[in-house]
C-alpha cells in the first residue's frame, strides 16, 4: 500500500515536471483554441434559444418551439460534459517502473523514451506537446488542449457525436426560420429593426452549416477508427499496416473496448466502472489465426507477450520502433522520432 502511494507521489511529480517543461507557447495556443471554442457555444446558445425560440414564442407554435427547446437543452449538456471530460481526464500514463522490475518479459524493454525514460508498452507513443508517453495514443487534439488515449477516448467519442448531433439538429430546426427570413428579404418585407436579428440568425445559420458537413467526414473517420480497433497514428503507419490489423478483434469487442459493457453509458460520459474501457492500456487481445500474419506466427493470445521471440522474424527488425537488443541498459534505446506527435 505505502509502494502504491509512493510511486503514485512520484508519477504525479514527473506529470507537473512535464506540464512545467511544455514550451510556453504551445501551453497558450491549446488554451487559445478552448476559449474560442467556448466562445462560439455562447453566440450559438444565444442566436437559438433568444433569437430563434423567444422571439418567436408569441408567432409561432409555442409547444414546437418548447420541445426544441428541450432537446437543444439536453444535447448542449451533454456536449458540454464531455468537453470537460475529454479536456480533464488522464489520457493514460505508463505505470511507473514498468518494464524496470525483474522477471519481467523481454519484449517490455523492446521500446524506449528517451525523453520520458520510459519503456513504452505495445500501442503507445510520446507525445511532444504533452511532453508524455500515452497509453494506446491516438492523437493530440489541440481543441481540448489534451491528447486522446486509452481513458480518454471515449469522452472524445462522445463529443464528437454530440456535436454531430446538435450541428444537424439546429440545421433541419432552424432551416424554417432562415427560409422565412430569405423569403422575407426577396419580398422586400423586412424591416429595418429586423436587419441585426436577420442578419445574425444568417452568418450563425450558414456557419454552422458548412460546419456540420465537414464536421460528419471527421466524424465518420473516427468511427471507423474505433470500429477496426486502430487510432490515428497506426491508420497513417502504413509501413506496419498489416502487423496492426491484428489488434481488429470483431466489431462488437472493438467497440465495447473502447465504450465498455454496459450500453446504457455508451451515450453519457460518465466515470462509472461498468462504462470504463476494457483493459488497461498495456496488453491488447488480439485477433488469432490471422492469415495476413502467418509469418510472426498463427497463434495469439494477449498482449505483447504474446509474439513468439523464436520466430525468424524478430521484433528488432521493425525499424519503425528502434528496438535495442539489451533489455538492460536504457542507453543503448533511441527515441522513436514518429512517436513525437
Not at 280 to 287: F, H, S, Y
Request: hydrophobic residues 40%.
Amino acid at each position: 500500500m505505502i509502494e502504491n502511494e509512493d510511486q503514485q507521489q512520484k508519477k504525479n511529480e514527473l506529470n507537473e515536471k512535464s506540464n512545467k517543461e511544455k514550451p510556453k507557447e504551445k501551453k497558450y495556443y491549446g488554451k487559445l483554441l478552448i476559449f474560442l471554442i467556448i466562445i462560439a457555444i455562447i453566440i450559438e446558445y444565444y442566436v437559438f434559444v433568444y433569437e430563434i425560440i423567444i422571439k418567436n414564442l408569441k408567432k409561432k407554435n409555442i409547444k414546437v418551439l418548447i420541445t426544441l427547446l428541450i432537446i437543444f437543452h439536453i444535447l448542449i449538456i451533454l456536449l458540454i460534459i464531455s468537453f470537460i471530460k475529454t479536456m480533464t481526464t488522464r489520457p493514460g500514463d505508463i505505470p511507473l517502473y514498468w518494464g524496470f522490475y525483474i522477471g519481467d518479459d523481454d519484449i517490455k524493454r523492446k521500446r524506449y523514451c528517451l525523453i520520458c525514460n520510459v519503456f513504452k508498452p505495445e500501442r503507445s507513443h510520446h507525445c511532444s506537446v504533452c511532453n508524455s508517453c500515452v497509453l494506446n495514443m491516438d492523437h493530440h487534439c489541440p481543441w481540448v488542449d489534451n491528447c486522446i488515449g486509452f481513458y480518454n477516448r471515449k469522452f472524445f467519442m462522445q463529443l464528437l457525436f454530440y456535436v454531430f448531433c446538435i450541428t444537424f439538429f439546429i440545421d433541419f430546426s432552424v432551416a424554417y426560420f432562415v427560409y422565412e427570413i430569405i423569403n422575407d428579404i426577396i419580398n422586400k418585407r423586412l424591416k429595418y429593426s429586423d436587419i441585426f436579428h436577420a442578419g445574425i440568425i444568417l452568418v450563425s445559420y450558414s456557419f454552422i452549416f458548412v460546419f456540420s458537413f465537414i464536421f460528419l467526414a471527421f466524424f465518420k473517420f473516427h468511427i471507423q477508427l474505433v470500429l477496426n480497433n486502430s487510432t490515428t497514428i497506426e491508420s497513417l503507419d502504413k509501413e506496419h499496416q498489416v502487423e496492426n490489423e491484428k489488434f481488429n478483434i470483431g466489431i462488437k469487442e472493438n467497440w465495447v473496448q473502447v465504450f465498455g459493457n454496459n450500453c446504457c453509458l455508451w451515450l453519457l460520459p460518465l466515470d462509472l466502472d461498468s462504462g470504463k474501457p476494457i483493459g488497461d492500456g498495456l496488453t491488447w487481445k488480439i485477433r488469432e489465426n490471422l492469415n495476413s500474419l502467418n509469418s510472426y506466427g498463427s497463434n495469439f493470445n494477449e498482449g505483447p507477450n504474446a509474439r513468439n521471440s523464436n520466430n525468424p522474424i524478430e521484433m528488432n527488425n521493425f525499424n519503425n520502433n528502434n528496438f535495442a537488443t539489451s533489455p538492460i541498459s536504457p542507453t543503448n534505446f533511441n527515441s522513436n522520432e514518429q512517436d513525437k506527435v
